[in-house]
Nanobody
Framework: QVQLVESGGGLVQAGGSLRLSCAAS????????MGWFRQAPGKEREFVAGINWSGGSTYYQDSVKGRFTISRDNAKSVVYLQMNSLKPEDTAVYYCAQGTVVVLSDYHGYDYWGQGTQVTVSS
């Protein structure tokens, strides 16, 4: 079955960096779009960044543009989220998702989700 396993979360000071990884298995990774979403306590899950199956197209939430970079390695079946200049408001559980989507930010287009990794940014 399809599995998505996130790693790389942790506690970091404001202004610091983290790189999240999501290792996928169970179906042909290079055939599917990938997304990163996050959910802060008491808030709804929100889109962070997405990348299409080939890596040729990416899309970001406005609040992370210029700070976060999504990338993928189809040979390793891994998608990454490089997060720089982190802010306390980036604190959330980060989830990766896989699917075939029309719009990379469309939550409903992703059919498999990981369990999430906690990112905490202290001020």
């Amino acid at each position: 079955q399809v599995q998505l396993v996130e790693s790389g979360g942790g506690l970091v000071q404001a202004g610091g960096s983290l790189r999240l990884s999501c290792a996928a298995s169970g179906r042909t990774f290079s055939s599917y779009d990938m997304g990163w979403f996050r959910q802060a306590p008491g808030k709804e899950r929100e889109f962070v960044a997405g990348i299409n199956w080939s890596g040729g197209s990416t899309y970001y939430q406005d609040s992370v543009k210029g700070r976060f970079t999504i990338s993928r390695d189809n040979a390793k079946s891994v998608v990454y989220l490089q997060m720089n200049s982190l802010k306390p408001e980036d604190t959330a559980v980060y989830y990766c998702a896989q699917g075939t989507v029309v719009v990379l930010s469309d939550y409903h287009g992703y059919d498999y989700w990981g369990q999430g990794t906690q990112v905490t940014v202290s001020s």
